[in-house]
């Protein structure tokens, strides 16, 4: 269609392609512009060598909870070049590791439950080494209780304004409380629970949890291959498929604009122009393009700067032999920098890393650190201010804090590959690509993905969506977001991009309408009465 809108799509991360992916299929002319040799921006595999067929190295190891609905259907849509689509090569976990420096491990179970009350007991936390003390596992039931009956407006004002910290009480708990509670949540992502905001962490605690509990839903996927091979490469292919242009080694240099719209874009000195432009770039390069007139076409990018980014970067380390810690996620509760692992060979059917290094490398172990902030064990250095092979050694380090050295003895490294984002800087470390974190009271900060330039739309994981964390879901929701917002604008006639949110059981609804109303009339949570008084008594008898 020669007279198709065209759209100019600046970044190809997940949020990028998935608004390539949509508006290709409704007719639009698009041109993707990617700053790397690949796309996939985050979630891209990276050769760990010039060999023909590499050993692939990623930013972290890739799994999609049960709540993932967005991205998943998206690869349910690309086809995997084998008869097949890339949703084709998830394949569900059998447990969730939970170890601890001690050596106690705890192995997580599910069962299904139907009522409030059952569900509750459900919800009871698993967790390894020290025991948290039976009434205090029953305040952090009662404070997820809260929660789950709150109504979305008390939601967003009153939990988005408090940190999950205070907010589940950590500072009046045992130790144990707050190893395995208030900071578990920092295992999975790279958010402080004093920063985080209760409505954000606690949501995603529960999303997590209800993973756990269904039974017509894998609690948790991984991908059978590095990701680039098995899903970002075959959705590439796709989408030129559907006529996409998709320009790599493009970075992105200016967002021009006179003030109403956006006028053009430079990429790698070059001046390009569109119909129309999806915003797909990090929140800090979207920060370095704001200027003056841009802010004024689009006012909501004013908050963009003040969107806070911390660090959650990985390392593979290729072993001699396959150790499977776990049949699924590994969590490190008590490591300093917060790790979780994947042992990736009992997933990876069709990738044989023997195949690819000579029958040297047998097993693969993918880590991710989420607190670079906190002295290690090994040079009591926190992450950022070591060099990068001295990182790589902590989180050795700190692994076999964990698992004992028997089952990850240092003779069993064949090589590693951490993250290329991180590289040397005068101090230590610095990191190219941060994660963006929601910490309290900064939803006001984010944009809706349609901006008030006529033109410009965006699609990244900064943007205001349902699912409200930085992960390749809300990036996929985003760029859904972004393709209805053009097609919206443009007068194209075509059915809108399907966009899920986050489920909760619907055996919490009536709770949540009666809610409503007492919000409505100004008055608090039912479940708040006396809670007050309980922390005011609790630091009385401090």
């Known amino acids: 269609m020669t007279d198709s809108p065209s759209v100019a799509v600046l970044g190809g991360g997940i949020g990028g392609l998935t608004a390539a992916h949509e508006l290709a299929e409704r007719g639009f002319a698009v041109t993707v512009y990617e700053a790397n040799d690949r796309v996939g921006g985050k979630a891209r595999s990276v050769p760990v060598s010039d060999d023909e067929r590499p050993l692939l190295g990623e930013h972290g190891f890739r799994f999609f909870p049960a709540y993932y609905r967005n991205v ?26 939970l170890a601890g ?35 205090e596992l029953a305040h952090f039931l009662s404070r997820l209780a809260v929660l789950l009956t709150s109504c979305r407006e008390r939601r967003e004002d009153e939990f988005e304004r408090t940190s999950w910290w205070d907010f589940i009480d950590a500072d009046e708990m045992s130790p144990a409380y707050r190893k395995h509670l208030a900071r578990s949540t920092q295992s999975l992502v790279a958010l402080r629970p004093e920063d985080g905001s209760a409505r954000t962490v606690g949501s995603i605690y529960l999303q997590l949890l209800f993973g756990q509990l269904d039974p017509d839903a894998p609690a948790e996927r991984v991908l059978d291959g590095p990701t680039s091979e098995v899903w970002l490469e075959p959705w590439a292919a796709h989408l030129r498929e559907q006529s996409v242009t998709i320009e790599t080694g493009a970075r992105v240099d200016a967002i021009e604009s006179d003030g109403e719209r956006v006028t053009g874009a430079v990429v790698d000195g070059e001046r390009v122009t569109a119909d129309y432009y999806v915003a797909a770039v990090p929140v800090e390069v979207m920060a370095s393009l704001l200027t003056p007139e841009l802010e004024a076409a689009a006012p909501s990018l004013a908050g963009v700067s003040r969107v806070d980014t911390a660090w959650m970067n ?19 509760a008590d490591s300093p920098w917060a790790l979780t692992a994947i042992s990736q060979r009992q997933f990876w059917r069709d990738h044989d890393l023997a195949a690819r290094t000579d029958g040297e490398v047998q097993g693969v172990l993918s880590v991710i650190a989420s607190d670079w902030e906190t002295p290690g064990i090994r040079y009591d250095k926190p992450g950022r201010e070591c060099t990068r092979e001295g990182a790589v050694e902590e989180i050795w380090a700190q692994l076999q804090d964990h698992v004992g050295s028997d089952v990850l003895p240092d003779d069993a490294r064949v090589t590693h590959f ?12 610095r990191n190219g690509s941060p994660l963006v974190i929601n910490t309290v009271d900064s939803l006001r900060h984010r944009p809706e993905a349609g901006t008030d330039a006529p033109n410009l739309v965006l699609a990244a994981d900064y943007v205001r969506v349902e699912t409200d964390l930085a992960t390749m879901e809300a990036a996929n929701e985003a ?20 966009t899920w949110g986050l489920d909760e059981p619907a055996a919490f609804d009536p709770l949540k309408r009666q809610d409503r109303l007492r919000y409505r009339l100004g008055l608090p949570h039912p479940g708040e009465a006396g809670h007050d008084a309980w922390r005011f008594a609790r630091r009385r008898r401090a």
């Open 72 to 97: 998943v259907d998206t690869m349910a849509r690309t086809p995997d070049g084998a008869g097949g689509s890339v949703a084709d090569h998830l394949v569900p976990t059998s447990e969730t590791l």
């Open 101 to 135: 420096a001690d050596g106690s491990a705890v192995r997580t179970s599910t069962e299904q439950p139907s009522t409030p009350r059952e569900w509750l007991e459900a919800l009871r936390p698993q967790v390894a080494g020290d025991d948290v003390p039976t009434r």
């Open 314 to 332: 990985g390392v593979q380390f290729y072993l001699d032999r396959d150790v499977e810690l776990a049949a699924g996620h590994a969590v490190f």
């Open 418 to 429: 951490l993250d290329p984002e991180l590289t040397a800087g005068p101090d230590g470390l």
């Open 479 to 498: 760029g859904r977001r972004a393709a209805n917002a053009v097609l919206s604008r443009s007068g194209v006639r075509a059915r809108p991009a399907e």
